[in-house]
């Protein structure tokens, strides 16, 4: 009896074990540091937890948390903000599974991009009401006051809705009004104040940029598209277009004699 | 030397004239190019009132390209005084049933299958930033209005 007893206490520890590991490979992240009031699925966090795909994160009034996801990725949540982890599927060795769905319903959060950021692109999504934010090796930050505003501190952004993609370089700010108006840069001194006070709060946060931190212009590779198969041919086709335009772009920015004003 | 005079005076107010019109033209720098995938793209640049300096502008915009693309074939480029169909509509920026890359100083159409031309149109755009331009967007194609609204309207 005694055996018997000794086996099944063998069995549910190592089925709690596993349950424990499985739960660490499902996990998204861990929260890295946070002060205030901050919930996860509605129950107050602590310090080194770790959060599941799924989840939502709030903070509250004055709070701010700074979560470290499994592929090196950082996000700092500024106060008043809802933050849904919807998918996250991350193996180091495996840039196939890579998946990195969040949602910001609510509020401001700045983003240091990790590995799926760099090797993955397509495979990560940053959703607001107005737009979806692709990464491409990225220090940023969004701020949903409807509309959602964007400001990029390294690299770049692409902010994509039913009516195109914007990318924003380093320095630039953008604003998306509705998810079927295309995002247009702004100055950053058009930001209104919730937002110009989180990003200012946000900008000021020391992160870390992990060893998978794709750096400034990590753009597109010409690498198959994960949804359509295309190819998109020799990069030098696009490449080279995109540097004849960006030549005749500089000279219209830095005002070299051409007339009108095609903001977009 | 009364009529010599006044032949003098005609002729400065035709070359003042002459002047005038010709500085009051403007010019389009137009260039459409076809790439090895089968997509044709129209770039028109801000205008200018400079010939000269519209050529130039064309050639900013080709050099790289020809330097980077090898396969790509340059249909025309051109100095428009006026735009007409396609580049006229791309300079307004009405929609279109083309992906378009849009930046300060050029309008840009990307004619061909939706598939290619939105992953190059995106492509286009952050290879803009990436060579320092501060945004650059890629336009989608404007979805048809439904049947029953065209009919209505």
């Given at each position: 009896?005694?055996?018997?007893?000794?086996?099944?206490g063998r069995f549910v520890?190592?089925l709690?074990?596993?349950a424990?590991f499985?739960?660490?490979?499902l996990a998204?992240?861990?929260?890295?540091t946070?002060?205030g009031?901050?919930?996860?699925?509605?129950?107050?966090v602590s310090?080194?937890q770790?959060?599941?795909?799924?989840?939502?994160?709030?903070?509250?009034?004055?709070?701010?948390?700074?979560i470290?996801f499994d592929?090196?990725?950082q996000v700092?949540?500024?106060?008043?903000?809802?933050f849904?982890i919807?998918?996250?599927?991350?193996?180091?060795?495996?840039a196939?599974?890579?998946?990195?769905?969040?949602?910001?319903?609510?509020?401001a959060l700045r983003?240091?991009?990790?590995t799926?950021?760099r090797?993955?692109?397509?495979?990560?999504?940053?959703?607001t009401?107005q737009?979806?934010i692709?990464?491409?090796?990225?220090?940023?930050?969004v701020?949903?006051?409807n509309?959602?505003?964007v400001?990029?501190?390294?690299?770049?952004v692409?902010?994509?809705?039913?009516?195109?993609?914007?990318?924003?370089?380093a320095?630039?700010?953008?604003?998306a009004?509705t998810?079927a108006?295309?995002?247009?840069?702004?100055v950053?001194?058009?930001l209104?104040?919730?937002?110009?006070?989180?990003f200012?709060a946000?900008g000021a946060?020391?992160?870390?940029y992990g060893?998978?931190?794709?750096?400034?212009g990590g753009?597109?590779?010409?690498a198959?598209?994960?949804?359509?198969g295309?190819?998109p041919?020799?990069p030098?086709?696009?490449?080279g277009?995109a540097a004849g335009?960006?030549?005749?772009?500089?000279?219209?920015?830095?005002?070299?004699?051409?007339?009108?004003?095609?903001s977009h | 030397m009364?009529q010599?005079?006044?032949?003098?005076?005609?002729l400065?107010?035709a070359?003042?004239l002459?002047?005038t019109?010709?500085?009051?033209?403007?010019?389009y720098?137009?260039?459409?190019?076809?790439?090895?995938?089968g997509?044709?793209?129209?770039?028109v640049q801000d205008?200018?009132?400079?010939?000269q300096?519209?050529?130039?502008a064309?050639?900013?915009?080709?050099?790289?390209?020809?330097?980077q693309?090898?396969?790509?074939?340059?249909?025309?480029?051109?100095?428009a005084?006026?735009?007409?169909?396609?580049?006229?509509e791309l300079?307004?920026?009405?929609?279109l049933?083309?992906?378009?890359?849009?930046?300060p100083?050029?309008?840009?159409?990307?004619?061909?299958?939706?598939?290619?031309?939105?992953?190059t149109c995106e492509?286009?755009?952050?290879?803009m930033v990436?060579?320092?331009?501060s945004?650059?967007?890629?336009?989608y194609?404007?979805t048809?209005?439904?049947?029953?609204?065209?009919?209505?309207s």
């Amino acid at each position: 009896m005694d055996s018997a007893a000794r086996h099944l206490g063998r069995f549910v520890a190592a089925l709690a074990t596993t349950a424990v590991f499985a739960g660490s490979a499902l996990a998204a992240g861990v929260v890295q540091t946070l002060h205030g009031d901050v919930r996860a699925a509605q129950r107050p966090v602590s310090v080194n937890q770790r959060l599941l795909p799924g989840t939502t994160v709030t903070t509250g009034s004055g709070a701010q948390a700074v979560i470290l996801f499994d592929d090196g990725a950082q996000v700092v949540l500024h106060q008043n903000t809802e933050f849904r982890i919807v998918d996250f599927r991350y193996n180091d060795a495996d840039a196939t599974t890579d998946r990195s769905i969040l949602d910001l319903v609510k509020g401001a959060l700045r983003m240091v991009s990790g590995t799926i950021g760099r090797r993955s692109r397509p495979a990560f999504a940053l959703r607001t009401p107005q737009v979806t934010i692709g990464i491409r090796g990225t220090d940023f930050m969004v701020a949903v006051v409807n509309p959602t505003y964007v400001q990029v501190i390294q690299g770049a952004v692409g902010a994509s809705n039913t009516a195109g993609t914007v990318v924003f370089g380093a320095g630039a700010t953008g604003a998306a009004t509705t998810s079927a108006t295309l995002a247009t840069p702004i100055v950053a001194g058009a930001l209104p104040p919730a937002a110009s006070s989180a990003f200012n709060a946000l900008g000021a946060v020391k992160l870390g940029y992990g060893a998978s931190y794709g750096v400034a212009g990590g753009v597109a590779t010409g690498a198959p598209d994960a949804a359509t198969g295309f190819t998109p041919g020799t990069p030098s086709t696009w490449a080279g277009i995109a540097a004849g335009a960006a030549a005749a772009a500089a000279l219209a920015v830095g005002g070299g004699g051409h007339k009108g004003s095609t903001s977009h | 030397m009364k009529q010599a005079a006044v032949a003098l005076v005609l002729l400065a107010i035709a070359s003042w004239l002459a002047h005038t019109h010709v500085a009051g033209l403007i010019y389009y720098p137009v260039v459409q190019l076809r790439s090895p995938e089968g997509l044709t793209y129209t770039a028109v640049q801000d205008s200018t009132n400079d010939r000269q300096g519209c050529g130039a502008a064309n050639d900013r915009f080709l050099r790289p390209l020809k330097e980077q693309c090898k396969q790509c074939k340059v249909v025309f480029a051109r100095c428009a005084r006026t735009l007409e169909g396609l580049e006229a509509e791309l300079q307004d920026g009405v929609p279109l049933p083309y992906h378009r890359v849009f930046a300060p100083g050029i309008r840009l159409a990307i004619v061909g299958s939706a598939a290619p031309a939105k992953i190059t149109c995106e492509l286009i755009a952050g290879g803009m930033v990436q060579r320092g331009l501060s945004s650059a967007a890629c336009v989608y194609p404007a979805t048809p209005r439904p049947l029953r609204a065209a009919l209505e309207s």
